[in-house]
């Protein structure tokens, strides 16, 4: 059974930071993209970051270019997305997804989105910062 299961988010005040993780299981983690993703009330999803665990090819979104990474332990089958400098507009809830095509990281660099239906995705984890 495939799970993705997020955690480390929270209350924060502006400026602060947080990590969040996704543990994964139930697949070959080391050749996926794993992305993060975030919803606001009343908004659409955004696609915040992704990587290729396979060569570590990353993307972001502009609007956490330069305050967020992302990165991955792939003998932890875990992804983490580290995010500094938070901002009232950060807050959503976020969601880590994955996907079997490895190349989605290249793919977003090339297109400037990440326009994709990704294989699984875990149950979220909310992120409140506070101004």
């Known amino acids: 059974e495939v799970q993705l299961v997020e955690s480390g988010g929270g209350l924060v005040q502006a400026g602060g930071s947080l990590r969040l993780s996704c543990a994964a299981s139930?697949?070959?983690?080391?050749?996926?993209?794993i992305a993060w993703f975030r919803q606001a009330p009343g908004k659409e999803r955004e696609g915040v970051a992704c990587?290729?665990?396979?060569?570590?090819?990353?993307y972001y979104a502009d609007s956490v270019k330069g305050r967020f990474i992302i990165s991955s332990d792939n003998a932890k089958n875990t992804a983490f997305l580290q995010m500094d400098g938070l901002k009232p507009e950060d807050t959503a809830v976020y969601y880590c997804?994955?996907?079997?095509?490895?190349?989605?990281?290249?793919?977003?660099?090339?297109?400037?989105?990440?326009?994709?239906?990704?294989?699984?995705w875990g149950q979220g984890t909310q992120v409140t910062v506070s101004s």
């Open positions: 997804a994955a996907d079997a095509l490895d190349f989605l990281a290249r793919a977003a660099q090339a297109t400037g989105r990440m326009a994709h239906e990704w294989d699984y």
């Open positions: 990587i290729s665990t396979t060569d570590g090819e990353s």
């Open positions: 139930g697949f070959r983690f080391g050749s996926y993209t």
